[in-house]
Structure formats: C-alpha cells, structure tokens
C-alpha cells in the first residue's frame, strides 16, 4: 500500500522542518511531498537547505489549490492513500498508522482525524470552536451524517477518493464543502480520535474578520453542493 502525506505550506518556515521529522521517524514508510504555495517567507529556502521533497507553486492557489496539487501528484504516482497534514505542526504523526489501518479494515473512502471524539488535546479559540459546531449541525441536516470535526485539515482518503479530488476540489477553504461532496456521492466517511497540538508558530489564515466571509461563502458552496 503506497501512502502519501499531502502537507500544503504557506509562510511555514519555522516549522516545516519539524513536521516533515515527524512524519520521518514516526510513520516513516509513508511518503510526504510539501507543496509550497508561494510562500513569502523562507519556507522554499528551508526546503531546499534541508534536502525535503517539495512541489513549488509559482503562484498563489490558496489552500484548495495547494491540496489539488498534492492530490494529482498522488494519482500521477499511483498512491493508494493520501492524506492531507498540516505543516504547522498541529498534527500528529504518530495517528497515520492507525488512520490507514481503519480505514483497510473498515473499508471507509475518507477517515477524518478529530480532536473532539475524546476531547483531548488541543481544542482550538472558542470562535473555531462555534465555527465547527455550527458546520457539524449543517452537514447533519444536509446529509444526515455526523461530522464532529468538518474543518480538520487531517484527512486519508482511498484512491478512489484521490481521483474525484485530483480533478475537481474546492478552492477557498474546502474542508466542508469536500466532505459533502462525496457523501451525496454515497462515499463511506468516518472519523477517528486523533490529539492536535496548539500552533506554535505562525498564524492561522483565518483571522477574526475573515471569519464572517469564511461562514457565509463556506455554508452557501455547502447548499450549493448538496442541490447540484
């Protein structure tokens, strides 16, 4: 089974490193690509220095973008499993054994790493909090399916999956809309327990302000989705 760790990276210079050692000697037959999106900081730079696998993006595709890429490097080489890792080092390496393990045993098109399971860990702001809860609730009435991690940004998908997103995914913070593309295909989603740890460097794309656009667009691409 070939698997593959998507990170997409922008402006991670400060942690890059330590999220691909992770990977490294924690779930080291996994095989990892960085697809820098046009950082403007030194995160290329790290890469290169470093001797890392990287994709470099020569423009700016947002986070959609940057995932859509990692996906088609995964269908291009023929992996079985892709997993999209954040590379500010919230996640854990350590879950991708247990992720996969699942998801062959269970048979599950998409398995999302959630923290609120056993609510261990770190938790997010209360305002990520309210988000998520709220998306939760929308995807159950929309799907009927109980998602209580919609924007975790830790999730393996089969190639099944890998081939439905190397072709069309969402652009602009796609989490949710992405899970409920492929439960109205009928696809098997699942989530586990995983632990995040609190970012330690850099700061998160969504700021308080951001937060009222990312609601409104997210939940009308989400309508949109579900009456297609």
């Given at each position: 089974?070939?698997?593959?760790?998507?990170?997409?990276?922008?402006?991670?210079?400060?942690?890059?490193?330590?999220?691909?050692?992770?990977?490294?000697?924690?779930?080291?037959?996994?095989?990892?690509?960085?697809?820098?999106?046009?950082?403007?900081?030194?995160?290329?730079?790290?890469?290169?220095?470093?001797?890392?696998?990287?994709?470099?993006?020569?423009?700016?595709?947002?986070?959609?973008?940057?995932?859509?890429?990692?996906?088609?490097?995964?269908?291009?080489?023929?992996?079985?499993?892709?997993?999209?890792?954040?590379?500010?080092?919230?996640?854990?390496?350590?879950?991708?054994?247990?992720?996969?393990?699942?998801?062959?045993?269970?048979?599950?098109?998409?398995l999302i790493g959630s923290r609120y399971?056993?609510?261990?860990?770190?938790?997010?702001?209360?305002?990520?909090?309210?988000?998520?809860?709220?998306?939760?609730?929308?995807?159950?009435?929309?799907?009927?399916?109980?998602?209580?991690?919609?924007?975790?940004?830790?999730?393996?998908?089969?190639?099944?999956?890998?081939?439905?997103?190397?072709?069309?995914?969402?652009?602009?913070?796609?989490?949710?809309?992405?899970?409920?593309?492929?439960?109205?295909?009928?696809?098997?989603?699942?989530?586990?327990?995983?632990?995040?740890?609190?970012?330690?460097?850099?700061?998160?794309?969504?700021?308080?302000?951001?937060?009222?656009?990312?609601?409104?667009?997210?939940?009308?691409?989400?309508?949109?989705?579900?009456?297609?």
């Open positions: 089974m070939k698997s593959l760790v998507i990170i997409p990276a922008y402006n991670e210079e400060k942690s890059i490193e330590n999220t691909v050692r992770d990977i490294m000697q924690n779930a080291p037959e996994f095989d990892y690509v960085i697809i820098n999106d046009c950082s403007k900081d030194n995160t290329l730079a790290v890469c290169k220095e470093k001797g890392l696998h990287v994709l470099n993006l020569p423009v700016n595709l947002g986070i959609g973008g940057a995932v859509q890429t990692g996906y088609r490097y995964a269908l291009q080489n023929g992996y079985d499993y892709a997993i999209q890792f954040d590379g500010d080092g919230q996640h854990d390496a350590k879950f991708l054994h247990e992720m996969r393990d699942y998801m062959i045993q269970n048979h599950t098109d998409m399971i056993t609510k261990e860990g770190f938790q997010s702001s209360s305002l990520r909090r309210f988000g998520i809860r709220y998306f939760s609730v929308l995807i159950k009435l929309l799907t009927g399916a109980r998602i209580t991690d919609p924007t975790s940004g830790m999730r393996m998908v089969n190639r099944d999956i890998i081939k439905l997103y190397a072709n069309v995914y969402p652009k602009d913070y796609p989490e949710p809309e992405s899970v409920v593309a492929i439960l109205r295909m009928g696809k098997k989603v699942e989530e586990y327990p995983v632990i995040m740890r609190e970012r330690t460097e850099g700061v998160s794309s969504i700021s308080p302000l951001k937060s009222i656009y990312y609601m409104v667009k997210v939940t009308l691409a989400i309508l949109v989705e579900r009456i297609r």
